[in-house]
Structures are given as structure tokens and as C-alpha cells.
């Protein structure tokens, strides 16, 4: 009998740990692309003049779909803030996501700061806020933009104790236009905002692929060894 020798052993309970999903994390290849709906995303009050699905002119061209967040820059739909309290509450620190990229296009008249945030699960003005904000310029197209997710490239709104116990706890994810990193709510503004490809880096397809890979060439090295 041939004995299977221990990394091999190993790399299996790793392919097969990394392949569950744990309860709240982000499923495997999470990426929105608004095909057909909002994908959970959504503002205070439901309007579809401000919030709605845009059936073509995404990133991919003809037929591509973007979600599109309008402001008018007074009343109850002054702010371009969309958020998410369904698939992306998620500890990503043990789902090993290090950042979120998408696709934003400006299609208003004035230069937006647009932040990734994450607001208390109860609704409170606690959470995390990218500390940089993506410059998105009028007329520049359609812009892919990744924004980290670590402790480190996020200021604290609030006070918070601990960063991964917060990512445990609840949170919505929040696209906002701000000036700065005073709250999570945003600033006011005329303005509108194309999104688009919300994707979850690296992406937990990709690590499952890497370590398939990785198990099968060690996996052939040894039968020809």
C-alpha cells in the first residue's frame, strides 16, 4: 500500500476548508452587475428616479447594465449614498477579501469623491470610511476604481474597539460622494453616479482555483518522482 505522504493531506483540508462558505461570508465570485435588478442595493426611500437599474451603456457597452444613483442636492435626495445589508455584511478579514473594486462612471456636471464605508448595522453614525477618496472627474468615462478594506486605509467614524469584532457584528456597505471622512452618511450634491461590477478582490473563486492548482501539480510531481 502506498501512503499518502502528509502535505498532500495537508493541501486537501485546505481545498476543502477555503471551499465552504462560513454563515455571513461573502459567497464564492460575489459580484454585482445589476442585471435586471438592484442586487439588494439601495437608499433611504425608494424612488426609482434616483435609484434605478440602467438597462445599457455599462462598462461592456450595448446591453451591459449599471446601477444608477441620482442627487439633487436638497431633501431627502440631496446625497448619491447607496448601501447594502445583505451579501456584503461580511468579515472580510476571515473571508480574506483585502478590497472591493467596481466600475464608476460620473455622468453629472461636478467632480464627485467617492468613498467605500461601513456604517453600524444599527443604524448609528459608527463604522469605517476610505480615508482617500477616488477622484471621479465629469467626462472621464467609465473609471474602475478598488477600494482596500484593511484597518489600515479606513478611518474610524466613531468610537470602535476593535476592527475585526466590527466586521463580526453587522454592518451595511455604503458607496458615498464625501469630502471628507467626518461621517457616513455623505455629503449633498447635484450629481449622478454610475455603478457597476461591485466585486469582492481577491475573490474567493480565485483562491479555491489557486489551491486546486497547487494540489494537482504537487499531486503529479510526486507520481513522476
Known sequence: MKIIPRKFILAAFALFH???????AITVG???TFSGSLDNWQKGQGDPTYLSVVPDGGPAGAGDSYMQSV???AGSFSRLTVFNVSQWDSNYITDGVTSIRMDLLN??????QIRLGLRDGAG????????TPYVLGVGTGWQTAEFLVTEEA???VGQID???SFLSSGFALRILHATSTASLSGDPVVGTLGVDNVTAVPEPRAIVLLLVGVAILALKKHRQG
Open 18 to 24: 477555503f471551499s465552504i462558505p462560513f454563515a455571513g
Open 30 to 32: 460575489t459580484v454585482d
Open 71 to 73: 442627487a439633487d442636492g
Open 107 to 112: 455622468s453629472g456636471s461636478s467632480a464627485l
Open 124 to 131: 448609528r453614525e459608527l463604522g469605517y470610511i476610505s480615508s
Open 154 to 156: 479606513l478611518t474610524t
Open 162 to 164: 476593535n476592527f475585526s
